[in-house]
Structures are given as C-alpha cells and as structure tokens.
C-alpha cells in the first residue's frame, strides 16, 4: 500500500471518529476506536466511494475490518479500475 | 468468512434465536429481538395478496449476524399513479453488541435498498436515532410527522404522564393542578376553545366487522387530495385489518346513508411514558377534506365512550391536521419520522409543494402489531 493513500484513509478515519490523525494506525478498527460503530462504518464506506470514485459490494464493506485493511482494499480497486 | 444476506428460512429460526440470546446477553433493551419465526405472523405472503412481510438473514457461516424485514406494500403517488414500495423495518445487527460486526448495519441497509430501491422507514423514535442517521447518511430524506393528543381525563393525565413529568419540579406542580383541579380547567379550556370552532356535523358513525365495496369508493374520492398515500381500498383494508381482529376497531361514517368517511381506532399496548393511563389512538382515517372533521368527531367519541384517557394521532397531511386542531387536538412533540430513499424521494417531487399532502399515519409502516 501507498504511503500516500494510507495517508489520505488515514485522515479521512480522523474526521469520521474524531480522533487525533497521529493516534490512527493501520491497526486501528471498531476494537480499539470508540467511535467507530455501524453508522460510521457506513459514513467511512460512502465516504471511500465518493472521494476514490469507486463501488464497494457487500464483500468488500466487511472486508473494511482496519484502517489499513480499508487502505489495501482501496488501493486494490484503484488498480482494478482503469482510469 | 464472508456475510451473506438471504431469505430467512425455517432453517435458520435456531440461528436467529441463538442472536437473540446473545442480543439479550449484552443489552437491556427487550426490543433487541427478532422473529422467531422464518414466517411473519404479520401480514404473511399470501396468494395474491398487495401488502406482505418478508424476512432477511445475513449469515456468517452458519451463524446469524443480522436481520431485518420489508413490508411490501404499494403506494400511490398523484401525478405518477400506483407504485411497489417497501418499508425497511426491524433491522438489527450483532455490531450493536459486538464492534466486530460494525459491517453489519450498513451491509443491511444496502441490502435492502438493493433489493428495493423505493424503500422508506417509519417511527424510528426520532432523527437523532441510530436508525434514522444511517438512513441520514444513505441519502435518505427525513420529514417529521406531527403528533397530536385530547386528554379526556386531565386529572389522570397530570399524574400518570411520565415523559412529561421526569423533573421533579415539574411533576410537583403537575400533582398540584390535579389535586386541585387548577390542571382540569386548563387543559379541558384549550381543548374547549380549540373544538368551538368548528361546527357540529351531521353524520353517523358506525363499527363495522369488515371494510367492502364502499371503502372502495372512498378510496377513489380522496386520493386525487393527496400527493402520497399507500393504497387503502377495500382489498388492502381487509388485509391490514381483517375481520375478526379485535385490536382495532373500524368505524363508518356516513350522511345520508352515504359512507363519507372511515376511521381505526384502537387502544394501544401499555407504555412506560403513558404511566397507567389508557391511551386511545386514532390509527388512520380517510376521507375527502369536507368530510375531515366528522371522523374526527367520531373518532373521538368512540373513544371517549370506551373510558381512554388520551387520545393520540400521528398525521402527515395538512389537511387533516387542520381538521384535529379544530376539534380540540393538541401539537405535541413528535419522534415519528418517515425517512424516503434517494429514489423513492424523486418520485416524490417537488417535495416541498407535495409534502404538505402526503397522507401517512400510524397505520403505515410496521407500527400496527408493535401498538396494537
């Protein structure tokens, strides 16, 4: 995964939990993010469709179990998808 | 392993029991439950039946993550005519107990919204709810249906309302209005002023065992007043209500020996915020405007004389709240909200010059068995 990307998923997981962008890791998840519930699973699966112009199947918004799980799925559909 | 969303079956009823347990295990919500049942006691598939209930599971594995129901149901749209609609209701999801299954939720919804694009929720307790800010969230728009209330008893409503009576300072000088009576002569003056103004009507209001052709008639008088209802002619009222089913009643209204109007009334379940007090709802009426207020009237009345000592609507239509002002109802606070998908909302435009005549009440959505 792209520094770059895990960056932008990284930042967009701060706004959505409100927590601090420095205490976000690709290891944070619903586990160790209080905010992280079932609405915002939603806020973070729409709003990864809508800033990386992608479509996410029922398959995929489970897969979205980490912030760097999150990030490696991205990173596969932007290099699914051709541009 | 990947969760999977289906029909729920008979096969997976001790499944979905197991997720209740462990539902219960981690919360104090009663509510927290799903059908036990694979076939929904209410409103089953049925031959050709317009209105039914369907059940999904999602699956992981063999375990069940989550659930929810449709009400399949159609509605009419003025200007657009008959569309199938489903009510999205009773989702419920392991992620409220588990953060593992945070997925689960939105996996759900997009399931539903997949499997019927015109989809719309009802009640949900308020837009602040879990429910209504996913929804929020999935684009759906979220409109508040207004709430009205006639005490019939003031003393009792003083004593027993609990909603409104959680501060202490409050329920002090509320047990004071009571006792002394100070409490009867203002809400029964409101209510007095407010039902003076309008007229008395000539009508004649009868209980019925079962809606027939002249519910059809109706149906076709009125709908062309409303912007949005879901379909209540002879057949469907038959379905929603059928004979035989004593926990609401229906009610004729006629002048002339002409039906003019219909009503259900019905005394809801028992609720905490109600206290002890008997509370008398009117579920859902039709009728052509000029006709509004003599169900109304009737309504109340039937009510009345059945020793309720609240009586409480739910009405989306101006029209019809119009008529409830006049007879005495009050506004109250209302946590009773439609919420329509994306695509059910463009059916709806110009939302702003339509809203005000959508028809919807407690009858709509999955309210019926859970109040009733």
Redesign the interface.
Known sequence: MTAALFEQIRAMASDLFGVPVEQITAAS???TLEN????????L??AVEEKFGVQLS??E??E??SVGETAKLVESKLQATPR | M??V?QPYGPEHEPAVQEFNRRLQRSSDDPNLVFSKTAIPRWLPPAGNNPVWNEFFVALDGQAVRGAYGLKQEVVFIRGKGLHRVACYHHPL?E??VD??Y??????L???ALARQPLLYALGMGGVER?LA??LK??GFGLTRIPFYFRVVHPSTFLREMRALREERWRATLMNLAAATGTGWLAIKSVQGIASLRSRPADFVAEEVAEFSDWADGLWDQAKNGVSLAAVRDANTLRILYPPGVTSTRRLRISRNDVATAWAIIGERRKDEKFGKMRVGSIVDCWASKENMTSVVKAATQALEKDGVDLIVTNQSQHAWCSAFEKSGFLKGPSNFIFAASKKFTELLQPLEENRPSFHITRADGDGLPANF
């Open positions: 998840s619903p586990q992280w519930d079932s609405i915002q699973h939603l806020n699966v729409l029922p398959e918004i489970e979205m179990k | 990947a969760i969303i999801s992620g409220i953060r593992s945070a997925s689960v939720g939105a996996l919804a997009r399931d879990p800010k996913m969230a999935l």
